[in-house]
């Protein structure tokens, strides 16, 4: 019997610190879209339109396959990541982001047909990670939030920007079977 694999962007687990993970990410490439929040409603209103795009809403009509994780980050967002359009959004808003598969680059994927829907290359970084099961919920996402936090400040390690929620499964799996994480960007150290 074979599993069906959700494919990932490309990473490493470079170190451990008790239950967050320091991932470094190679260079992958997203579509995103900022939709208006609040936080529990942001996926599910980027959701139909991005699902849109690589289910071939595009202008070449190419269909890709759903890959994981569906992020979103609060806006604005201040890394170096950022494309010019997402630091003027209004604050308040979600950065929703769809990775596309390994080997479509943003001078390989297809444009969107939809005006909202932008591509974007996101660099190599460095990210800590926690992971957690569950709905989304303010509470869940707060107590695992400063879980990270705590780690990283115990480890001296000091991040960049705003914490990525990231969701791995289909809206059907149960609560219990679910994968969420929280990123944070660590800061550059020279």
Do not use: C
Request: net charge neutral; proline share 8%; aromatic share 10%.
């Amino acid at each position: 019997m074979t599993a069906n694999a959700t494919e990932e962007p490309e990473s490493k687990i470079v170190r451990q610190l008790g239950d967050v993970e320091i991932r470094e990410y190679a260079v992958y490439t997203v579509a995103e879209l900022v939709v208006p929040g609040p936080a529990e409603e942001a996926g599910n209103q980027a959701f139909p339109i991005l699902a849109g795009y690589i289910f071939g809403k595009n202008r070449d009509e190419r269909k890709f396959a759903m890959t994981a994780p569906v992020t979103q980050v609060a806006t604005p967002v201040k890394l170096e990541m950022t494309a010019p359009v997402i630091q003027n959004a209004a604050p308040g808003g979600f950065l929703v982001q769809f990775v596309l598969p390994k080997g479509v680059t943003l001078a390989s994927a297809p444009k969107p047909l939809d005006a909202r829907v932008m591509l974007r290359e996101v660099p190599p970084r460095r990210v800590a990670v926690i992971r957690y099961s569950g709905f989304w919920s303010e509470a869940n996402y707060s107590e695992h939030l400063a879980k990270l936090q705590a780690a990283l400040r115990a480890a001296q390690l000091e991040t960049a920007g705003e914490p990525v929620f990231a969701r791995y499964n289909a809206p059907f799996t149960p609560w219990f079977m679910r994968r969420n994480e929280i990123w944070l960007h660590l800061a550059e150290t020279r």
